[in-house]
C-alpha cells in the first residue's frame, strides 16, 4: 500500500458528462501528479500540483482540469468526456517538486468507462 | 527531447532463470532514470531509479539495472525469476521538470512454471 488513495475506484458515465477524480497524497507529501493510461497512448503524465499551486503541465487537455486544495487533496475535473477519454487515471505523490531525491508514490488508479 | 523504448513488448521466462527487459532512453541530458511494476488492477510500484550516482542500482525485490551512458541503455534485471514477477514493467526516464516525464510503452513479463 503505497498510501496514496483515490476514490472512486471505478467510474461508468455517458459521452458529454463531466466527472471528477479525487486522491489523497501520502500525509506530509506536498506533490501531486496526475496520470492517464490507455491502451493507445500508455501512460501519459497530465499535470502537477506542489502545495496548491500548478507546478508542470504535459498532455492534459482543455477539457480537463485540476487543482490541489489547502488540504493538499487533489481534484482531476474532466468534462465533455469522449469515447476516448476512458483510460485508467492514476495520481502519484512526492514529498518534493523535482530533483534527484523524489520519488513518486501512486495510488491505485480510478478506471473510468465512457459509453 | 527525451524518449525512452523498450525493447520487447513481451517476455516470457521460466520460474528460477534470469530475467532481462530491455530499456533505451535518448536524452539532450543528463536524465533521472526509473524502472517501476504494475501488477493487475494495481497502481505502479517504484523498482529502482538512476539519478547520477553509482551507475548500476539495486532495487526491490532482487531486481537491479546498469545505466550505460555509451549504449543509452538501462536494462533491469534480476538473477532468478520468481512467479510474483508476473506484471507490467516500464521504464521511465525523467528531465529537469515533471513535465519531461516519459514512460516507456511497458514489457509484459510472465513466468513459466
Known amino acids: 500500500d503505497s498510501g496514496v488513495t483515490q476514490t472512486p475506484k471505478h467510474l461508468i458515465t455517458a459521452t458529454g458528462q463531466r466527472v471528477t477524480l479525487r486522491c489523497s497524497p501520502r500525509?506530509?507529501?506536498?506533490?501531486v501528479y496526475w496520470y492517464q493510461q490507455s491502451l493507445d497512448q500508455g501512460l501519459q503524465f497530465l499535470i502537477q500540483?506542489?502545495?496548491?499551486?500548478?507546478?508542470a503541465k504535459g498532455n492534459i487537455l482543455e477539457r480537463f482540469s485540476a487543482q490541489q486544495f489547502p488540504d493538499l487533496h487533489s481534484e482531476l475535473n474532466l468534462s465533455s468526456l469522449e469515447l476516448g477519454d476512458s483510460a485508467l487515471y492514476f495520481c502519484?505523490?512526492?514529498?518534493?517538486?523535482?530533483?534527484?531525491?523524489?520519488?513518486?508514490?501512486f495510488g491505485p488508479g480510478t478506471r473510468l468507462l465512457v459509453l | 527531447a527525451q524518449s525512452v523504448t523498450q525493447l520487447d513488448s513481451h517476455v516470457s521466462v521460466s520460474e528460477g532463470t534470469p530475467v532481462l527487459l530491455r530499456c533505451n532512453y535518448s536524452?539532450?541530458?543528463?536524465?533521472?532514470l526509473f524502472w517501476y511494476v504494475q501488477h493487475p488492477n494495481k497502481g505502479l510500484q517504484l523498482l529502482l531509479k538512476?539519478?547520477?550516482?553509482?551507475?548500476l542500482v539495486k532495487g526491490i525485490n532482487g531486481f537491479e539495472a546498469e545505466f550505460k551512458k555509451s549504449e543509452t541503455s538501462f536494462h533491469l534485471t534480476k538473477p532468478s525469476a520468481h512467479m510474483s514477477d508476473a506484471a507490467e514493467y516500464f521504464c521511465?526516464?525523467?528531465?529537469?521538470?515533471?513535465?519531461?516525464?516519459?514512460f516507456g510503452s511497458g514489457t509484459r513479463l510472465s513466468i513459466r512454471p
Open positions: 502519484a505523490s512526492s514529498s518534493r517538486t523535482s530533483g534527484d531525491q523524489e520519488t513518486q508514490y
Open positions: 500525509s506530509g507529501d506536498l506533490s
Open positions: 500540483y506542489y502545495n496548491g499551486e500548478e507546478r
Open positions: 536524452s539532450s541530458y543528463s536524465p533521472s
Open positions: 538512476y539519478t547520477s550516482a553509482a551507475t
Open positions: 521511465v526516464v525523467r528531465g529537469s521538470s515533471a513535465s519531461k516525464i516519459i
